[in-house]
């Protein structure tokens, strides 16, 4: 099994101070001043951000988010957006930060400042187990008789439409159920970040595999978008680097696995 996708960030050398001055204008004073972080996150993408039997949020960047909270001595508040209408969400300031394996790319670099990263990844496909020989180059799913399945308006779908001509596309809106789709015969085959592979082949166990491919599709790295200001980065940064230096952020990932 292809592990790729755990504490890239480690790796970052250089140390912040966990006390920041900040200047009275910049979001984090506003976050303090109004004593609430407010949170984007779509609740529909375990193990990093999924909604729990009783409705309430769990994974492991909704611990990270409460934790980030107490860090800073204000309340965390969860806003509910999707992959789709993310962007425009955070462009619009409904959020102060957003979480739950967001991928960093140009466009979102372009409207807020991203923390260091808390996960490396590449993208790979899934399929049942007997086909798990079956899908393991773009070229043998991108046939007219593979039924390819994505969740809307994040990186798979960027990813699907962009090397997905000739395959049968379809865009399943439920990120939640849609490996059952797969599971159940409905669809052949999707790809999606490598952590979402591992666990949901842990969750379908005989019935979704990890396809064997050589190495991933892509490669790219998860972290947290914030409103732009210096200070607010600095005190993220510091955050996320103490929680994978102490261990705490893989606790956090590997509780949200099971």
Known sequence: MMRTYFT??????????????YAGDGALADIKKAGVIKI??????????YKGVDGNLMGADIAMATGLAAELGVKPEFVTT?????LGDFKAGKFDIALGGITVNAARAEVGDF???????????IARCEDKNKYTTLDAIDQPS??????????NDKFAHEHFDEASLEVFPDNRIIFDQIASGK?????????????????HPGVLCPVEVKEPFTHFRNAYLLRKDVALKAAVDAFV??????????????AAMQ
Do not use: C
């Not at 923390?115 to 496909?125: A, E, F, L, Q, Y």
């Open 40 to 49: 984007g996150t779509t609740g529909d993408y375990k193990p990093f951000s």
């Open 82 to 86: 999707t992959w789709k209408t993310m």
């Open 146 to 155: 593979v039924r390819v399945i994505v969740n809307p308006g994040g990186t």
């Open 241 to 254: 680097r103490k929680e994978l230096e102490n261990g705490g952020w893989k606790a956090k990932l590997d």
């Open 115 to 125: 923390s260091i990263p808390n996960v490396t990844d590449g993208k790979r496909p």
């Open 8 to 21: 890239a960030a480690v790796l970052v050398a250089s140390s912040l101070s966990s006390s920041f001055a």
């Open 187 to 203: 669809a052949d085959v999707m790809v999606t970040d490598g952590v979402e592979v591992d666990l949901q082949s842990k969750l």
